[in-house]
């Protein structure tokens, strides 16, 4: 008879019971980065519905709306030559009525090793497409590690990554999550970085080349029309759990359209 228990982890109890809403770096707003944010929005409304003060997010992205990036990504053609960030947030705005912030620079450290205003929030989602950003992104968070106790206070990271067919999206702890005592769970406070559990695979895959697509049909060679929006919903549903369950069972998935699987990602003590 196996009497292992379950291995969950349950939300920062700040998230459940925020005062306030719950500050959300996002960092990219591409293929999937700009679905993110329409998850984000549908999520931050049913928050609010459920009498929950919803989210607060900063949208961090440098890059111009180009012809190459309608129809995968969610712009319009009357918004070529405008800032993706600046497209994006005003567009949420006028459609939920929230106060969300573009900014219109790299989420990284300026020439000085000093970190962007705005660094911190309690949970960062990146969708970032190379190696280092994803290293600089760990860097700052774990710069920020060093307080706790406030609303903003750094306590999840949530990345998503993807080639032509297949991704993931990994959930991570910044630090250590204090976790209520139980008799049925066995609770689980810490979540590794993306970086250090899988960085060896990023850097691997990292061999394939990132250079700028001038078409939508060269964007499609590089990635498939529906791999980053499947991520974004499997990938806001786990973060979705987390504040309506207060619990989740697994840290994330990988997934593969071409064959229709997806393969969840347990947690480890």
Known sequence: MNCDKQKVHFTDNDLINAANPVTVNLV????TGSKVLTALMEMHHSLIALQHPGLSVRLWDDDIITAANLGR???AES???????????NRINRWEGTNWRAKTERFERNGFGRLPEGARAAIYISCVDSVK????IADILNSLNNSRGYSDTPRYWLDFGNSRYTG???????GD?????SQ???TVASLPFVTDEFGDLFKQSEATDNTPSCSLPEALEQQDLYINGSLAQMGCSLLWEMFRDGFIQYKGLFQNLKDFRSQPIPLAA
């Open 177 to 181: 999550i204090r976790q209520p005592k």
């Open 73 to 75: 990504q969610r712009f």
């Open 133 to 136: 950003a994803r290293f600089e």
């Open 168 to 174: 993931q999206a990994i959930l991570s702890t910044i």
């Open 79 to 89: 918004e070529t030559g405008l800032y993706k960030s600046v497209a994006l947030i």
């Open 184 to 186: 049925k769970y066995e």
């Open 28 to 31: 990219g707003a591409g293929g």
